[in-house]
């Protein structure tokens, strides 16, 4: 970095709370004015927290942010807009179904003295903004549905320098583009960085933020943990920065050595389409990774609800078997018959009964077992008093708090409702696991609880497929490691292979 | 508990503001609010038969109150009470046509209740297919079907089971042996046991809504419709199915009326008993048993208001209309109730 | 043709057309508006009041509106500030109205819920058919080429969008209630002063329940919405001139099956998935 170039955005010290859990501790970093500055780490390692901070979606908790060198406390997205910053999140903010010209200008819409847009005024301006910056676009009244991903991004950048931004925040700008759409990104993004703008590109890509970038800070676990010249450094220290090498919360029981390692066990499950081939081998834990998008979640509601999944995720052919049986479109209640649980992706919109206590959650996908219900004359009927004397047992052996069966799901903590979750999976004594995100938003003490029982589960010879976007997770328990990319299996590695550097570099395409 | 606690108060509030609200509308209109309060409470608990006929007004506000709240665990909005209870009404009302060969009355009573049900269920249950296979909204549709089923049974009271003898909008009337007998002891006002089988009805699906496991699955989908798939709850089913029920439930407000008042069915009986269904439930808040005191509340105010005409110079029984939408304003704005105003967009 | 077919139908359609674009302007601003029926009933019923006292229909039709906008305010305030249900406070405000015109016709004219009739001299002539035109003329204008019909419109379809190019949402769909409920209240007045020459019980007669059909069919635009409701106001002359008119077979067309058809083609649209891709993308959402 050029220290005579002036700074556009401080972070001094800036820190944010949820709870008692650190989004951003205590970060520090400046972006140089009219460079491209990228800002990596994995998901959830507070990258996007600090730039809502800067952008004025959530207040900051403590620290200090500078703006062109003045010290600012802003309020609101409109207040960063007044200081010229702007942002492209991931999910745009368009309307589909209006015109790209009335998306670009709404809330700065030239008008006339009756009140009624100017729309040729307009065009007029945003084609002199286009050709300035060297910016191909000229579907103004084309409705926003009918442009490509690309050009709806394109889109919004106009709309950011139609409002005179001068710094522009891209959350993510190429999670959702094709490769040739990457490279027309960022070719016009040069075009802004030399007309003078300042551009923050949050990513997780190591290869884009490497090729396009001027500096680069990396942050990991809600802190920063450098900032670098991007000429003077390279993919590997990137990606060590980013994954680290100590791993914070390292599972210590024991490990089973694997009965059958070396020879050629008869796979509990089998998967095969045409871009995905699984196998998952008796007693061992097998991870995937991959950064998110890449087909992982896909793969993921396929195996655990292929009625629902089957046909909408893939569309041509797959062979899937349990136990070596045919699964075809099988249900869940079908899957967990046959010894299969599973603990979703997204704990609150998918596993979890907010409003609802813990019995009722305990109940959820269980609620015909056998063991809970009875036959009256008015059907099946819960028998709740066994199911309570069943959680309570459970709120003791995960230590789940507060530990009484009335409390709301969605009053209790992160790790808590994952306890909970990682609870109902193991009551049916399930002999195949699908388990994803299991620590994500939980707490330190709740992730040992969490990581203990999956390894007990493998130790008792049950097979679990691991999805998570933490690495160190996964090189943590996992026997064997596939990592996805683009939808398929990019790369598979054995335990004595692992090496977060080499697996996160397959992670980004290599 | 606590959470039972603080609803059933949040009812009350809503009540009493409401009240109050429509009383002193009263005393604008130049009428005591406590002489009006006297006519609603004497007019309702002065006798038997003013008693009998509170009950009368109160059965279809149970059934009606069902078929608000049951779908409301799945989720849905059911305006549909309305139309639901005209169809199974006529339903009713045809079991005379159709079984008039019948000679026991309890079968003829349970066949005509069935086929109330029947008739209602399956009104209801379009929209809940609709809304299940093709995404239309049930709100809009149940509104749509209200209108269709005016019309329809308008058509089939003055074309198809039309009574020749009379000159009213009203059809063939049923067989003795389909009546149901009222009390003595209400001196004629229309209602019977059947106030007490009605009351069992909310007691046990009560009962079975907390306890079944299809209650439960009903609960799952309204509560978190993508958890409940996850975990293999069909929410399409569980919308069908709950649309089912109310619209049979609502149906059988027909028992009340062609059974047990009537004995026909006749045009325009209904005192809005599907709508007012709606503030029912929602002055319940999800608790079905609450469904007995709510629905009694308001039947408490159909039949007090419809001495007001009479009784006093300067209001009429549509008081009432004013009185009920003060208080499902009052119960459903749920900002006056919070300490804390959530600053929204 | 025009005055046997045409005139009647544009005739009867202006109530339609009136509260149709009331609730289109109200649910474009994302706010589901169910209560348009109640409206409708407030501003007949005040429109005959006021041409009653002051003998000029005019006032009575402006009188008829503001009814209904007094109206939307209890609405907009329940909903917007007391965050109550959208469908539960419509359903409400429903209720309430059905009691208003017998309450103060009670008080007024010591009848149970109508009003005395309206003298030939203060009745209209044509005036809310020019009207009307004018209100779908100008709709028409605002909703496509005004900034204020943009922002309108992405409070409806994108209210993060607008207000995070520092326009109010709340502001926005606090116009769309009032709109709706003035718009509907000049509805009703075209009931009471224009269709009829009195204040009749429950006069609205579901037509606050058909234009928001009309909304749902036109897709929530304001030229379609209106050829909507001259589709329904159509039908109803229809069942006017066809009643005990013989078709085919022997007996007359039952009045029932046309009156059912507007619900039952809203319904068809409905499953037939074109309600649910074209409403706006926040209603309901807040």
Redesign the interface.
């Known amino acids: 970095m050029n220290p005579s170039s002036p700074i556009a955005i401080e972070f001094k010290d800036v820190s944010k709370v949820f709870g008692n859990f650190y989004a951003n501790r205590k970060i520090n970093f400046s972006i140089a004015k009219g460079s491209i500055h990228g800002l990596i780490g994995e998901n959830g390692a507070g990258k996007s927290t600090a730039m809502k901070v800067l952008f004025g979606i959530q207040p900051k908790d403590e620290g200090e942010i500078l703006v062109n060198g003045n010290l600012v406390k802003i309020k609101n997205?409109?207040h960063a807009?007044t200081l010229g910053i702007g942002m492209v999140h991931q999910h745009f903010?368009?309307?589909?179904?209006?015109t790209v010209l009335?998306?670009i200008i709404?809330?700065?819409?030239p008008?006339n003295f009756?009140?009624?847009?100017q729309r040729e005024k307009a065009k007029k301006e945003l084609v002199q903004i286009c050709e300035s910056y060297g910016l191909q676009f000229s579907r103004w009244d084309t409705k926003v549905q009918d442009l490509s991903v690309g050009e709806q991004q394109r889109a919004e950048i106009i709309k950011l320098l139609y409002q005179k931004s001068e710094v522009l925040i891209l959350d993510e700008p190429t999670a959702v583009l094709t490769p040739q759409e990457v490279k027309e990104l960022f070719v016009n993004l040069r075009k802004l960085k030399a007309e003078g703008k300042t551009i923050v590109l949050i990513s997780h890509k190591l290869k884009e933020v490497l090729e396009f970038t001027d500096s680069v800070t990396v942050m990991r676990r809600g802190e920063v943990v450098g900032t670098k010249v991007t000429s003077e450094t390279n993919e590997d220290e990137l990606a060590e920065m980013m994954v680290g090498r100590k791993v914070t919360f390292t599972y210590q029981g024991p490990r089973k050595i694997l009965s059958n390692q070396g020879a050629q066990p008869k796979p509990v499950l089998k998967f095969n389409s045409n871009k995905v081939k699984l196998e998952l081998r008796p007693g061992e834990i097998l991870g995937v990774a991959g950064v998110q998008g890449n087909g992982q979640t896909e793969l993921l509601k396929v195996l655990s609800n292929p009625s629902t999944y089957g046909e909408k995720y893939f569309k041509e052919k797959y062979d899937y078997t349990v136990n070596g049986k045919e699964i075809g479109d099988a249900t869940p209640f079908d899957l967990r018959k046959m010894g299969v649980g599973l603990v979703p992706e997204d704990r609150l919109s998918e596993a979890l009964l907010k409003q609802q206590d813990m019995t009722e959650n305990f109940l959820l996908g269980q609620h015909h077992d056998e063991r809970y219900v009875s036959h009256g004359i008015l059907g099946k009927m819960i028998n709740r008093t066994k199911v309570r004397t069943e959680v309570e047992k459970n709120i003791r052996d995960f230590d789940i708090r507060p530990p009484y069966t009335t409390v709301w799901a969605g009053k209790m903590s992160g790790g808590n409702q994952q306890k909970l979750v990682m609870a109902r999976l193991l009551d049916p004594k399930p002999s195949i696991l699908f388990i994803a995100h299991p620590t994500r938003g939980v707490d330190v003490g709740a992730i040992e609880k969490i990581h203990e029982s999956i390894m007990q589960e493998r130790n008792l010879g049950k097979s679990v497929i691991l999805f998570s976007s933490e690495l160190d997770e996964l090189i943590d328990l996992s026997d064997r490691i596939v990592v996805f990319f683009d939808g398929k299996i990019h790369g598979e590695f054995s335990r004595k292979e692992f090496d977060p550097w080499a697996i996160g570099k397959v992670m980004g395409g290599a | 508990m606590k959470y039972l606690l603080r609803s059933s108060l949040k009812s009350i509030a809503g009540v009493f503001l409401g009240l109050s609200l429509g009383l002193v509308?009263c005393y604008f209109?130049?009428e005591s609010p406590l002489k009006v309060l006297k006519v609603l409470f004497q007019s309702s608990f002065g006798s038997g038969y003013d008693f009998g006929m509170t009950l009368f007004y109160t059965a279809p506000l149970l059934l009606t109150g069902l078929a608000v709240a049951i779908p409301f665990r799945a989720g849905l909005?059911n305006?549909g009470g309305e139309g639901q209870l005209l169809v199974g009404a006529l339903g009713a009302a045809a079991a005379g046509v159709i079984g008039k060969d019948i000679h026991s009355p309890i079968v003829a009573i349970l066949f005509a209740t069935a086929l109330a049900f029947l008739a209602g269920g399956i009104w209801g249950a379009i929209p809940g297919f609709?809304k299940a296979k093709?995404?239309?909204?049930e709100?809009?549709?149940t509104?749509?079907?209200n209108?269709?089923a005016?019309?329809?049974t308008?058509?089939f009271t003055?074309?198809v089971i039309k009574d020749p003898d009379s000159s009213q909008a009203e059809t063939i009337p049923l067989p003795a042996i389909f009546h149901l007998k009222p009390f003595a002891i209400f001196n004629g006002a229309p209602m019977g046991e059947l106030i007490f089988v009605l009351i069992a009805i909310v007691v046990i699906i009560h009962y079975w809504l907390w306890n079944s496991v299809r209650g439960f699955e009903l609960k799952a989908v309204g509560e978190n419709e993508v958890a409940a798939e996850t975990y293999g709850i069909s929410k399409q089913k569980s919308w069908i199915f709950a649309m089912f029920l109310a619209g049979g439930l609502a149906g059988l407000v027909g028992v009340v009326e062609v059974l047990g008042n009537a004995h026909r069915f006749k045009l325009g009986f209904s005192a809005?008993y599907g709508?007012?269904g709606?503030?029912v439930a929602?002055l319940a808040r999800g608790n079905i048993l609450g469904i007995i005191p709510s629905a009694l509340l308001f039947g408490i105010l159909q039949k007090g208001s419809g001495s007001l005409?009479l009784e006093t110079e300067?209001?009429?029984?549509?008081?009432?209309?004013?009185?009920?939408?003060?208080i499902?304003?009052g119960v459903?704005?749920?900002?006056?109730y919070e300490r804390k105003r959530v600053k929204?967009? | 043709m025009f005055e046997s077919f045409l005139l009647p139908v544009l005739r009867v359609s202006t109530p339609l057309i009136l509260a149709a674009l009331g609730g289109m302007w109200c649910e474009r601003s994302g706010i589901?508006q169910?209560g348009l029926e109640g409206f409708i009933l407030v501003g007949s019923f005040f429109g005959a009041v006021a041409t009653l006292s002051t003998m000029n229909p005019f006032t009575g039709f402006l009188a008829a509106g503001l009814a209904g906008m007094v109206l939307s305010v209890?609405y907009g305030l329940?909903v917007l500030?007391?965050?109550?249900?959208q469908?539960?406070?419509g359903?409400?405000?429903?209720?309430?109205?059905?009691?208003?015109?017998?309450?103060f016709s009670?008080?007024w004219y010591d009848s149970?819920?109508s009003t005395p009739p309206i003298p030939t001299a203060a009745q209209f002539q044509v005036a809310p058919l020019w009207i009307t035109f004018a209100i779908v003329v100008l709709s028409f204008?605002i909703y496509h080429?005004?900034?204020?019909g943009?922002?309108l419109?992405?409070s409806g379809?994108?209210?993060?969008?607008?207000?995070?190019?520092?326009?109010s949402?709340?502001l926005k769909r606090w116009q769309g209630i009032l709109m709706s409920g003035f718009l509907a209240g000049l509805a009703g007045g075209t009931l009471s002063t224009y269709l009829s020459s009195s204040f009749i019980r429950n006069m609205s007669a579901?037509r606050g329940?058909i234009a928001?059909?009309a909304v749902?069919l036109g897709k929530w635009k304001p030229i379609p919405t209106v050829l909507a409701c001259l589709l329904f106001g159509a039908t109803e002359i229809a069942q006017i001139r066809l009643q005990g008119v013989v078709l085919w077979g022997t007996d007359p067309v039952?009045v029932?099956?046309i009156?059912?058809l507007p619900?039952?083609i809203?319904?068809v649209v409905?499953?037939?998935?074109v309600?649910?891709s074209?409403?706006p993308?926040a209603l309901g959402n807040?």
């Not at chain 2, 300067?314 to 003060?326: E, F, H, N, P, S």
């Not at chain 3, 500030?81 to 249900?85: A, C, D, K, M």
């Not at chain 3, 409905?270 to 998935?273: E, I, N, P, S, Y």
């Open positions: 997205p409109i807009m903010m368009l309307a589909d179904s209006e009335d998306n709404l809330g700065r819409e008008k009756f009140g009624m847009i | 509308v209109a130049g909005f305006i609709l093709r995404g239309s909204h709100v809009i549709t509104i749509m079907m209108f269709i005016a019309g329809m308008s058509y003055l074309y809005d709508f007012v709606i503030a929602l005409d300067k209001v009429t029984r549509d008081l009432a209309y004013i009185i009920q939408g003060l499902i304003l459903a704005a749920e900002g006056l929204r967009v | 589901v169910i209890l329940v500030r007391y965050r109550s249900n469908i539960v406070a359903t409400a405000i429903n209720l309430f109205a059905m009691g208003i015109p017998p309450f009670k008080i149970t819920g204008i080429y005004s900034r204020f943009l922002r419109r992405f379809e994108h209210p993060e969008a607008l207000q995070s190019a520092g326009v949402v709340r579901g329940f928001l059909a749902i039952p029932q099956w009156q059912i619900y039952f809203t319904i409905l499953a037939g998935a309600g649910r074209n409403s993308k807040s």
